[in-house]
Structures are given as structure tokens and as C-alpha cells.
T-cell receptor, first 114, second 110 residues
Framework: DAGVIQSPRHEVTEMGQEVTLRCKPISGHDYLFWYRQTMMRGLELLIYFNNNVPIDDSGMPEDRFSAKMPNASFSTLKIQPSEPRDSAVYFC????????????FGPGTRLTVT | AQRVTQPEKLLSVFKGAPVELKCNYSYSGSPELFWYVQYSRQRLQLLLRHISRESIKGFTADLNKGETSFHLKKPFAQEEDSAMYYCALKMNNAGNMLTFGGGTRLMVKP
């Protein structure tokens, strides 16, 4: 099992451009989480899904951020338009079921917005 | 609202010295607490959880409800312990959602 898969691993884009990050959770996992990691703020939960349905998006910074999960094996996080302050590492994680205590993280996408 | 605080962003110790990474939380319910670790060029992964009360790689953590703390300890640090450590809290009836602290980078010097 390759675990949680994220693409791209690195993304460099110019301010104002649209950025789409992708995630494939571990097969059979019911929960999917998107996090943002920065030096200043650590690891922040942006949004999470249960059975493809968004449950809590209170961590999404603003309307420029959106996330979708069209099916159990794929999710996207989109930033439009991107800004330099969005530069961070974005992690996707999945978890198998209710009351499971462990989240399985992907390798992350390092986003740089110039 | 729940909150997890790790007061130290960076902790530097010498090999063989004791290490303690601090974690404090605020939550009105009965929490589950965890420590996650990210080694260089590796994925963030679970290190230990308070319910299991086990020692992993020589690390232990005790939940102190009176002080609302869950500090991570190891009596003798090793160079391979150098990593980013995150404390995390799971609330009751919140599915599998975790609230993470800001993280502490541990550097173990030779």
C-alpha cells in the first residue's frame, strides 16, 4: 500500500494564479483531512470530510480556498487566486473509521507563491 | 473551544540528556491526547497515545488532567530523536478530527 498519495509534491506559482492540490486517501478510509503547515502557525486543520461529505470547513482561511471530494478515492484543494501568504506545506491525511485514533498522512505538497 | 499549546518552538539538547517536550491543552470534556512525530524526509506519523500508556522509542507521556498537560519525556535523548513533534487532542463526538499544537522541533546534538 502506497499510503496517502498527494500531487504535486512541489508547486511554484505566481501570485494570482489558480493552484490545485490533489489527494488520494488510503482505500477504505472514511475520513479525509486537509492541513496547512507553516513555521508560524504549525499544523492547522483546514477542512475534513466524512464519506465524501464536508463536515467542518471552519479552518478554511477565506473564500479563495475551496475543497471537494467527488468520490471516496479523490479530493482536491483549490486556491484561487493564490497569494504569497499561502506559501506553506499542505498535507492530506485519512483515517479509517469513527473513533479510530490514528490519522495517516501523505507526504505533503510544498507550495510557493511568488 | 479546544486548544493545544506547545510553548517551545525549538528545543536543543545534547545526546544522552533528558528531554521533555511540553504540551498543554484546554478542553472542557474528556480528551484523548496524542503525540505525532515527523522525522526529516518522512511523513508525519503517530508516536503514542495517552490511552495506551506505552513507551515508544523510549518516549512516554502522562496525561495530567489537573494541570491539563501531556508532556513527552525521554530520559536519554538520541541523535535519531531529532524531529518535529506535534501534540494533538481528539474531542468526544468529533469524529476523527484532531486539533494540533504548533509543534516543537527537537534537535539532539552529538
Amino acid at each position: 500500500d502506497a499510503g496517502v498519495i498527494q500531487s504535486p509534491r512541489h508547486e511554484v506559482t505566481e501570485m494570482g494564479q489558480e493552484v490545485t492540490l490533489r489527494c488520494k486517501p488510503i482505500s477504505g478510509h472514511d475520513y479525509l483531512f486537509w492541513y496547512r503547515q507553516t513555521m508560524m502557525r504549525g499544523l492547522e486543520l483546514l477542512i475534513y470530510f466524512n464519506n465524501n461529505v464536508p463536515i467542518d470547513d471552519s479552518g478554511m482561511p477565506e473564500d479563495r480556498f475551496s475543497a471537494k471530494m467527488p468520490n471516496a478515492s479523490f479530493s482536491t484543494l483549490k486556491i484561487q487566486p493564490s497569494e504569497p501568504r499561502d506559501s506553506a506545506v499542505y498535507f492530506c491525511a485519512s483515517s479509517p473509521r469513527f473513533s479510530s485514533y490514528e490519522q495517516y498522512f501523505g507526504p505533503g505538497t510544498r507550495l510557493t507563491v511568488t | 473551544a479546544q486548544r493545544v499549546t506547545q510553548p517551545e518552538k525549538l528545543l536543543s539538547v545534547f545526546k544522552g540528556a533528558p528531554v521533555e517536550l511540553k504540551c498543554n491543552y484546554s478542553y472542557s470534556g474528556s480528551p484523548e491526547l496524542f503525540w505525532y512525530v515527523q522525522y526529516s524526509r518522512q511523513r508525519l506519523q503517530l508516536l503514542l497515545r495517552h490511552i495506551s500508556r506505552e513507551s515508544i522509542k523510549g518516549f512516554t507521556a502522562d496525561l495530567n488532567k489537573g494541570e491539563t498537560s501531556f508532556h513527552l519525556k525521554k530520559p536519554f535523548a538520541q541523535e535519531e530523536d531529532s524531529a518535529m513533534y506535534y501534540c494533538a487532542l481528539k474531542m468526544n463526538n468529533a469524529g476523527n478530527m484532531l486539533t494540533f499544537g504548533g509543534g516543537t522541533r527537537l534537535m539532539v546534538k552529538p
